[in-house]
């Protein structure tokens, strides 16, 4: 058999996609929880800044800051997930996420803390556990442990469903 035809043997497609099935995630703490989001969202991260309050906006709009003359609203992310306790003062960090196509709209969301980049394979991320309750799990795209720790995955496009169809205009 020669080295090509054992090549074609040794690699079919389902092999290919074992060997691919894993997806890069920044993970980050906020309000004493673990949580990852597909770094395909990800912007850029940068460290805590001035936040411009804007008047008469919602209680989850904390305002909006300056990138490099580009204005981007931050979200108050924790309370879309109703996580209390969150304390960005000392380590937190603005996680610019982006939403949409042609042009991509930046949100921005403040973290606790970021941990890092991470590979997760899809065979170790589990779906979110049923309640009994009137839970929403659809904010969650599954959850998994890295290192003994349970790290929730969010679905961002979930999270910010309400808001996705037109971009922020600062005027």
Do not use: K
Request: proline residues 5%.
């Amino acid at each position: 058999m020669t080295a090509t035809a054992l090549a074609e043997e040794a690699w079919t497609d389902d092999d290919l996609r074992i060997v691919d099935d894993h997806r890069t995630y920044v993970t980050f703490v906020l309000a004493q929880q673990t949580l990852a989001v597909d770094v395909g969202m990800v912007r850029e991260i940068l460290d805590m800044q001035t936040i411009t309050r804007l008047p008469n906006a919602p209680g989850d709009l904390l305002g909006m800051i300056d990138i490099r003359g580009e204005n981007v609203a931050l979200i108050d992310l924790p309370g879309r997930l109703c996580l209390h306790g969150s304390d960005p003062e000392t380590n937190g960090r603005i996680i610019i996420l982006e939403f949409g196509t042609n042009p991509r709209t930046p949100i921005g969301v403040i973290a606790d803390r970021v941990l890092g980049v991470i590979e997760i394979p899809e065979g170790e991320i589990g779906s979110a556990p049923s309640a009994m309750t009137s839970w929403d799990a659809s904010v969650l795209r599954g959850v998994t442990r890295i290192n003994g720790r349970l790290v929730q995955i969010l679905a961002l496009d979930t999270v910010f469903r309400a808001n996705l169809p037109g971009a922020f205009d600062f005027g």
